[in-house]
Structure formats: structure tokens, C-alpha cells
């Protein structure tokens, strides 16, 4: 089945400089690979998606890449502000009975220092 | 403003109680899943439902079941709770696509459950 690593594990940053987060996957089937935030003490919630029709798209500061060749993803936040701080994560699309579902990555937590 | 809401933020109870927890949605969704998030593991899927009164199993559902009677709820339910179910539990929602692809999950706030 799918299987997502996600690296780093942990993240510190300075406010103002760039964060990059990667994520790898082995189902060359997948076609749909969103990134979700989750804030101290709240549910993830969806900040980026790409499908694999798309190599790149950007939505502000925040802007997500996918090599379908080598099978990895990756986020990259510009101009991070303390309020990025969370614990991100990425997911790949796995079938499952019929169905598409999501397989997480295990999360990476990062701080942005004033 | 959509909202996923989940019966409780913290719960503990005991080795072999039976628990439901439980969620809804008024968002109107098809799709509705479960999850359970530990440390270093990320979110693994439990059951996701895609109508009223049918479900499907994810990767981890041993000592769960699931329940929906209604398009707004979905319930998790642990026949006999045991200590490694301890965890914090994310209930989702999301539209069917024509093509049953995915798109955007919109998560509650979790419930954090201690089995003692």
C-alpha cells in the first residue's frame, strides 16, 4: 500500500526566512497530494492541494512542487511569520475499495522565532 | 461557516467500557472519516463512510466500528476500549466528487481519549 515519509520531523526558523517541508511516496498511482495545518488544540486544516496534472502551484506565500518522476512533494513557506508555527502535514491519495483515500505523512513541527 | 463538532474534547474511561464518540457535520457531505493521531505515527485512517448506513474499513480498523444512521453523524464506536486505544481521535468530512476523488477534508477539533 501507500506509504509517506515526511522529513523534517521538527523545523526552526527565523521570521522572514523560507521553510521547506518534503514529502516521498511509493504509489505511482497517486494523483492528489494536499499539505494540512494544525494549530495548537484545532483539527488540521487544508492549506495547499496539487494534482498531478500540475508540477507547481502557489496561493500567497505558500507554494507546493511535485516530481511524479522521483514520487516527492514538497511545501515551501517564504516570508515565515510566527503565526506559520503549527505542526504540518502532508498526504498522498491511495485507492481503497473503490474509494480514494488519504495516507499521512508523519507531521512536521515548525517554529517560527520572532 | 462549516463545522465538523466532536461530543467531547477529553474523555478517559476504563479497560473493557464500551465508548462512542461522536460527530457531526453541517456541511451536508457525503464523505465522513475517522482517524486517530499518536506522536510520530501522523493521522491513520479507522473507517470513512460515503452514505448513510454504509462504511468502509482504513488501515487500522481492529477494535472499532463505525455507525451512520443519519448523513450528519458518524459515530466511532470501541467494543471493548483497551489501553493502546488511547489516543487522540479526528473525525472529517468531505464532498463526494462525481468521480469519487478526493478533495478538501474539513476536520473537528479532536477528542483526546485516555483508556486507564
Known amino acids: 500500500g501507500e506509504n509517506v515519509e515526511q522529513h523534517p520531523s521538527t523545523l526552526s526558523v527565523q521570521e522572514g526566512d523560507s521553510a521547506v517541508i518534503k514529502c516521498t511516496y511509493s504509489?505511482?498511482?497517486?494523483?492528489?497530494f494536499p499539505w494540512y495545518k494544525q494549530e495548537l488544540g484545532k483539527g488540521p486544516q487544508l492549506i495547499i492541494d496539487?494534482?498531478?496534472?500540475?508540477g507547481e502551484k502557489k496561493d500567497q506565500r505558500i507554494a507546493v512542487t511535485l516530481n511524479k518522476t522521483a514520487k516527492h512533494f514538497s511545501l515551501h513557506i517564504t516570508e515565515t511569520q510566527p503565526e506559520d508555527s503549527a505542526v504540518y502535514f502532508c498526504?498522498?491519495?491511495?485507492?481503497?475499495?473503490?474509494?480514494?483515500?488519504?495516507?499521512f505523512g508523519t507531521g512536521t513541527r515548525l517554529l517560527v522565532s520572532p | 461557516d462549516v463545522k465538523v463538532t466532536q461530543s467531547s474534547r477529553y474523555l478517559v474511561k476504563r479497560t473493557g467500557e464500551k465508548v462512542f464518540l461522536e460527530c457531526v457535520q453541517d456541511m451536508d457531505h457525503e464523505n465522513m472519516f475517522w482517524y486517530r493521531q499518536d506522536p510520530g505515527l501522523g493521522l491513520r485512517l479507522i473507517y470513512f463512510s460515503y452514505d448513510v448506513k454504509m462504511k468502509e474499513k482504513g488501515d487500522i480498523p481492529e477494535g472499532y466500528s463505525v455507525s451512520r444512521e443519519k448523513k450528519e453523524r458518524f459515530s466511532l464506536i470501541l467494543e471493548s476500549a483497551s489501553t493502546n486505544q488511547t489516543s487522540m481521535y479526528l473525525c472529517?468530512?468531505?464532498?463526494?466528487?462525481?468521480?469519487?476523488?478526493?478533495?478538501?477534508?474539513?476536520f473537528g477539533p479532536g477528542t483526546r481519549l485516555t483508556v486507564l
Open positions: 504509489d505511482s498511482a497517486s494523483n492528489y
Open positions: 496539487i494534482r498531478s496534472n500540475v
Open positions: 472529517a468530512s468531505s464532498l463526494l466528487t462525481s468521480g469519487k476523488l478526493l478533495n478538501e477534508q474539513f
Open positions: 498526504a498522498a491519495s491511495a485507492m481503497n475499495t473503490g474509494f480514494q483515500k488519504l495516507v
